[in-house]
């Protein structure tokens, strides 16, 4: 057995005010009660809140103050994330992974900003594993990095057997995301660490997941704090015998006898994608769930001048996006470019 205690922090997030007081407050009471925990994990933005005027510079007092905690304390500390501005102007959503001797190992940028609602946040680009020696690998993504599975499946690739995941989902797609942790789990064979915040920082459901898609704990709306000893020998004999002795997905991955050319960009497999329109938040009125019949001879090459919001089929007209708006003769109003 490889134990390993992990809590997650689900706090109420004030948007106006820094909420770091409350954070090391709250470390300070959870290793107080619970001082076998070794790793903790605060929520997406728990910092300064959602709202990217509070952008910090990448070195600052917060996250010394953090380094101090997680030092004072002995413990592993991700303080979810916070928007940092760098030197040429954009900001990234980034965590940082902080060890006991109280050094930040290593900076995450979100790669998927919640798009089109997450406007004015840049993408990052690089993954984030890192090991707890005698213990195993860690992987870290944030909220909506995990709708995409490519992410997991590279933190994974990579070696990494607990995915470490602070969100801020206040949405009412917060259902769907605990499904999708729970099929996360399963499908890359891993803990997943999900930790959600209150207020402005979500609507709460924190969960915890092990590598059989089972919950092993379900925070409800109010204020948690749940520290569960995690093994990683489990997910080791998962890898190696199949969930239930059943899937070994990872291997099957590995040995598969075709790669996927949809990750080409220049194969044309995606031609589909490019008649969904604009990335751009709906508005009244929108055309939506016009659906168009793509000829299997698409042609790869229907985007235009690099603009990805329209597609044509083969010998189609272009005319206009599929979800421009009309006027009230039916004519499309010309859409213009941000």
């Not at 501005?85 to 940028?109: K, L, M």
């Not at 000829?295 to 919001?309: E, I, K, N």
Request: hydrophobic residues 40%.
């Amino acid at each position: 057995m490889t134990p390993f205690a992990i809590a997650g922090v689900q706090m109420h997030v004030n948007a106006l005010h820094p909420n770091v007081d409350g954070m090391i407050e709250r470390l300070d009471i959870l290793m107080a009660r619970f001082p076998w925990t070794q790793m903790v994990l605060f929520s997406e933005l728990a910092p300064f809140g959602p709202l990217n005027k509070f952008a910090q510079a990448p070195e600052n007092e917060t996250l010394t103050r953090f380094c101090e905690a997680a030092a004072r304390h002995r413990v592993w500390l991700i303080p979810g994330s916070m928007f940092l501005a760098g030197p040429d102007g954009r900001i990234f959503n980034t965590s940082v992974v902080i060890n006991p001797e109280g050094e930040i190992i290593r900076r995450y940028a979100k790669m998927f900003p919640f798009l089109p609602y997450e406007a004015g946040i840049a993408p990052g680009t690089e993954f984030c594993v890192f090991d707890v020696p005698e213990v195993g690998r860690f992987g870290l993504s944030i909220c909506y990095d995990m709708w995409f599975p490519e992410t997991t499946r590279m933190l994974t690739s990579m070696g990494a057997e607990v995915l470490l995941h602070p969100v801020l989902t206040g949405t009412t797609d917060r259902d769907a995301e605990l499904a999708i942790a729970r099929a996360t789990a399963a499908q890359f064979q891993c803990y997943v660490i999900d930790v959600n915040g209150l207020g402005a920082g979500g609507v709460g459901k924190s969960c915890i997941v092990d590598p059989t898609s089972t919950v092993l704990h379900q925070s409800g709306g109010q204020e948690d704090m749940f520290p569960i000893e995690v093994d990683l020998s489990m997910v080791r004999r998962q890898r190696e015998t199949g969930m239930k002795g059943l899937g070994q997905v990872l291997k099957s991955f590995r040995d598969r006898p075709t790669d996927f050319p949809v990750y080409d960009r220049t194969s044309g497999t995606d031609a589909y994608l490019h008649t969904l329109g604009r990335l751009e938040i709906p508005h009244q009125g929108s055309r939506a769930g016009l659906h168009m019949d793509l000829p299997a001879d698409t042609l790869p090459g229907a985007v235009q001048h690099g603009d990805p919001s329209f597609a044509a089929p083969v010998n189609a007209p272009v005319t206009a996006p599929i979800n421009a708006p009309v006027t009230a003769a039916g004519d499309p109003v010309k859409l213009s470019d941000k």
